[in-house]
């Protein structure tokens, strides 16, 4: 090999091995093997030279151009090995150390609460009414059996909104979802089957009353409806709701001015320990009644033909009961303590199937 090949040679291996990446190493492939390479140039002159002095060259040349083709090859899976491994120590995890723990939103509990109610109800055919947080005095009041002169209506229990006339009565923030109720009955023909939760609004405020509170009502209207009838769904709720199923239920005579005859209905707890189901205490948690002819007469139903039963109970106190939490006003203080302790998964919303 002439003098002129064995420095192309060595100068090739050189810079081959000082080569570190992949741009380098391929600049150092195409300036020797490639159309316009040194090599190239080398091979296209054989054709100037006389045959024996061709054979010659050209075994020296193709030699040259083997050993450089394997070097080139070489040097570019190392380049290739060393991209990739230090990418791999760059990119590691350690899977022993612990997972960074990167805050989720969590549904409140009354908004679970809701959710669980509406499965069950859900599940026993009712569907869920919706109605405005404003209401007129007339289906927060008058529709549902309550007189000018009944205590809920002075301004000490109720929030009145601005009258936008001086003739008509002013306005009220609903004391009740119940309001739905008749907006359902005068909209709906029956049979009817719903359930109503929302916000209400009293002019209360302490340790187990809030300003601004949820409920939710139900109401049921077809023919032939009885107690049995109520009892039974109220039952079967509260005990898929707190997940007893031989939970005690009470129920007592009572008074509401749009349900005759009213009761009040009670659990089965334990005054020392606060056990539901447990003990042999009672425990009140929300208010029923076989709806009241008048408020049926006053939605332009017949009571002689349409009977319907109703119930409301607060969702604050449903929620307190089962979660074990020991003050309303926690509900509303926007504490993200204490919505991690008591908030609930929002990938875990309860289905239909869950309810019952």
Sequence with gaps: MGDDLEALKSETLESLAQAQD???????RVGVLGKSGRLTVLLKELGKMTPEMRKERGQALNRLRDALNTAVEERGQAIAEAALEARLKSEQV???????????GLLHPINRTIEEMTAIFGAMGFSVAEGPDIE???????ALNTPDHHPARTEHDTFYLPASHEESPP??????TS????RTMLTEPPPIRVIAPGRTYRADHDATHSPM?????????DQGITLGHLKGCLIE????FFDKPNLPVRFRASYFPFTEPSMEVDIGWSRQTGEIGGGTDWLEVLGSGMVHPRVLANCGLDPAIWQG?????????LTMLKNGIPDLRSFYESDLRWLRHYGFSALSSVSLAEGV
């Design 94 to 104: 350690d899977v022993s150390m612990p997972a960074v723990s990167t805050p989720l």
């Design 22 to 28: 992949h741009a380098s190493w391929d600049a150092i």
């Design 309 to 317: 039963f109703a119930f409301g109970m607060g969702i604050e106190r």
């Design 171 to 176: 306005r009220v923030l609903r004391t009740q």
């Design 179 to 182: 309001g739905v109720q008749i």
């Design 237 to 240: 709720f509260l005990r898929i």
């Design 136 to 142: 007129s005095q007339w289906h927060n009041f008058s």
């Design 213 to 221: 509170f949820h409920q939710c009502e139900g109401l049921v209207i």
